[in-house]
């Protein structure tokens, strides 16, 4: 990514110094979901004649979060860190962030991760809450992430594993073996976002008619609609709108 | 090969015509599959008036006995997490309250909640937005239970029940059209707070609503709890136990019907309420009977729960203090029936320019969210209602999933089916209470 200032192509106005609030932006696994300057009036770059017309936010990657994570994020890593040989293979990096934890899995390992966490007495996450998928499009190669919420009945804590997938290559386990109420979920992600769960026993669409093409929360994926007209004026459909960076 | 070995034929005076029968395919079939013509398959739904909505369900029945049941959702998919994608922050509040819509103020306190967490400013809600969404929820849940009640009722033959608790859902409704403006689908809890505040005459109609309803609950318990019929239906149906419920995520009173005490408002509590009074009502049977138990204890608790957040429901304000993301204007119902405030209008046409420019840019663009994500996990009448909200740091939501409790807790169906009989499919699918606006979304 480019400094701030040597981005004019796209009809911004050349800045000195670099803003404050450029580097404010997204981590990079969360590109816009919308890029600048689309939008009603047809304007190319930012349109914008404030002299900001050149800011580009910088995308930080997702960083690991040093230890102490506080509170029970510590023994939730230690315990996995002690029953789980694989550890250091597997989790990929330990991100805490407004009070939640996030363990970033490597794909392949995601089954045995979920049958440490359900059955290590220092763990206990009996319960599978959730899981979905966000699609981080640009982000290539962990371009689709599939999310776990894992809640511990016993010791009242909580922790999100993700694991990351290509669109090219959408493949991890299916936790079903594990926690068998992952089966539905595990079918809406599928059909939402193409991921392929191996050993899945039904792997099938959901929500979607079963001959439907695509999956829909894909972010290449448009939300269709039809333009409106009111009192004389036409109103284009929510995605061909006016968009904020 | 002649046609009459597939179908006897003969001559009429509008010309040649067959009569086509099975043929001999029972002879055939019946070799490898004696059972064959004992075992059907009914489909029962999508329209169906004991599947509770757009639910298909898919039973393989050996006389009455159902062999094996399959659940269809999706009938009812309208793509809500797509559309919050090109939807700014405040704006996702109208989508999501129309997801499980007898539970619209959980969906709303749940989306929230979760923007709050993203936005850092969970503990800046002021303790008035608190009570009143403590309020609306629990009389939320029990006009959801109501429904649970008069539906459930009317499935197993018991009609009369129907009519009474739609009858008492009406009386909250009417005492959130008071508050919101809507009977359903309010968008009354807004990220930072809710969107006006409540009126002093609901809270009279609500203090007449606790007064009314213990004699109205006695009622329902006269009618229901010592009826054979009822009993019959109920007792040793759909028996579902932790072990399963757990494997097969489900929550709520379906779980604590089986005897585990969750309840995330005790277990995990948001919005004040670890400073309530209040038990969790558990059953150990893990039957239709116990869930009906259960939900009747829960409208007790709620009642309860009502009438305490009455009690410290002090003058304030309802939304963050934060100007760049609290709207600038109480809202009132104008003569178009628009919500308007001609005070703010007259003071942003007339007076300030700045202000105009606020107003402006905070309801055509909105505020922006840090990017990360957050999960938020409320209790709602059906069990844990998620949400998992991710930001990229722009003025629209980039991901918000709901893990909806109709939708993990469907999955329950063929184990409570199967080996039962037909008639307690319906029971107990019913005592599920999936409502598939919120199943699929």
Redesign the interface.
């Known amino acids: 990514m480019s400094a701030p200032n040597d981005r004019n192509d796209n009809g911004g106005v050349p800045v000195p110094v670099t803003p404050a609030g450029a580097s404010?932006?997204?981590?990079a696994e969360?590109?816009?979901?919308?890029p600048a300057g689309r939008g009603m009036f047809g304007i190319h770059g930012t349109g914008d004649v404030s002299g900001f017309g050149g800011l580009v936010?910088q995308r930080k990657p997702v960083e690991e979060t040093p230890r102490p994570y506080g509170g029970y994020f510590d023994e939730v890593r230690d315990a996995l860190e002690e029953a789980y040989p694989a550890f250091g293979d597997a989790i990929e990096k330990v991100v805490v962030?407004?009070?939640?934890l996030?363990l970033h899995v490597r794909p392949e390992r995601i089954a045995e991760v979920c049958q440490v966490m359900r059955d290590d007495l220092a763990l206990r996450f009996?319960?599978?809450?959730?899981v979905?998928?966000?699609?981080y499009l640009g982000a290539d190669e962990r371009r689709l992430h599939v999310?776990y919420?894992l809640?511990s009945?016993t010791y009242?804590r909580?922790v999100?594993l993700e694991a990351a997938v290509s669109a090219e290559h959408p493949h991890l386990p299916s936790v079903t073996a594990v926690?068998?109420?992952?089966?539905?979920?595990e079918r809406?992600t599928y059909d939402m976002f193409g991921i392929v769960f191996d050993g899945h026993p039904n792997l099938t669409?959901?929500?979607?008619?079963d001959d439907w093409e695509g999956h829909?929360?894909r972010k290449d994926y448009p939300?269709g609609g039809v333009p409106v007209e009111y009192k004389g004026a036409e109103i284009p459909p929510?995605?061909r709108?006016r968009?904020?960076? | 090969m002649t046609a009459s070995n597939y179908a006897t034929e003969r001559e009429t005076t509008e010309g040649k015509v067959f009569t086509v029968t099975g043929g001999d395919w029972d002879e055939v079939v019946s070799g490898t599959d004696p059972i064959n013509d004992e075992r059907i398959v009914v489909n029962m739904g999508p329209q169906h008036p004991s599947t509770h909505g757009v639910l298909r369900l898919i039973l393989e029945l050996e006389g009455e006995t159902v062999r094996e049941a399959r659940s269809v959702?999706?009938y009812l998919?309208t793509?809500i997490?797509?559309?919050l994608?090109?939807?700014n922050w405040v704006q996702g509040s109208t989508f999501v309250t129309r997801m499980d819509y007898l539970a619209p103020l959980f969906n709303e306190t749940a989306y929230a909640l979760a923007v709050e967490?993203?936005l850092?400013i969970t503990d800046e809600v002021t303790e008035r937005a608190n009570t009143i969404r403590v309020l609306m929820m629990e009389l939320n849940r029990i006009s959801s239970h109501l429904v649970w009640l008069a539906t459930t009722g009317m499935e197993l033959g018991a009609i009369s029940i129907m009519l009474y608790g739609f009858r008492e859902r009406e009386y909250i409704l009417e005492i959130f059209e008071m508050i919101t403006g809507l009977r359903m689908n309010h968008a009354y809890v807004r990220p930072g707070g809710v969107a006006q505040d409540v009126p002093d005459e609901a809270i009279v109609k609500i203090r007449e609503f606790l007064t009314m309803m213990p004699k109205k609950l006695k009622e329902y318990e006269d009618l229901l709890s010592g009826q054979p019929i009822w009993t019959e239906r109920t007792q040793n149906v759909a028996v579902l136990d932790v072990t399963a419920c757990?494997?097969?995520?489900?929550?709520g009173p379906v779980l604590r019907s089986a005897g585990?005490a969750?309840d995330l408002r005790k277990?995990?509590p948001y919005c004040g309420y670890e400073t309530y009074e209040f038990d969790v009502p558990t059953h150990t049977d893990g039957d239709v009977w116990g869930r009906y138990l259960v939900r009747l204890a829960e409208i007790r608790e709620s009642l309860k729960l009502v009438e305490q957040a009455l009690d410290r429901l002090k003058p304030g304000p309802v939304m963050v203090a934060d100007k760049k993301i609290a709207w600038p204007a109480q809202l009132a119902i104008g003569v178009d029936g628009m919500g308007n405030s001609l005070e703010h209008v007259a003071k942003i046409m007339g007076q300030s320019m700045e202000s105009l420019i606020h107003h402006f840019k905070l309801v055509t663009?909105?505020f922006r969210v840090?990017?990360?994500?957050?999960?938020v996990?409320i209790e709602s009448p059906r069990g844990?209602l998620?949400v998992?909200a991710?930001?990229?740091?722009?003025?629209?939501p980039?991901?918000v999933?709901y893990?909806e409790p109709s939708?993990?807790n469907?999955?329950a169906l063929p184990a409570m089916a199967e080996g039962g009989l037909i008639a307690d499919v319906i029971a107990g699918g019913a005592s599920l209470d999936p409502v598939m606006g919120g199943c699929?979304?």
């Open positions: 404010s932006g997204a981590p969360h590109p816009p979901s919308s936010r962030d407004r009070g939640e996030t009996e319960l599978c809450s959730s979905s998928g966000v699609d999310v919420q809640t009945m009242r909580r999100r926690y068998p109420t992952a089966d539905w979920q809406e669409r959901i929500l979607m008619p829909p929360q939300l929510p995605d709108r968009s904020y960076q | 959702v999706g998919h793509g997490e797509k559309n994608e090109y939807r967490k993203l850092g757990l494997a097969l995520g489900v929550t585990l969750w277990t995990m663009e909105g840090p990017p990360g994500q957050v999960y996990g844990e998620g998992h991710v930001s990229d740091g722009g003025t629209r980039y991901r999933h893990r939708f993990v469907l999955q699929d979304r």
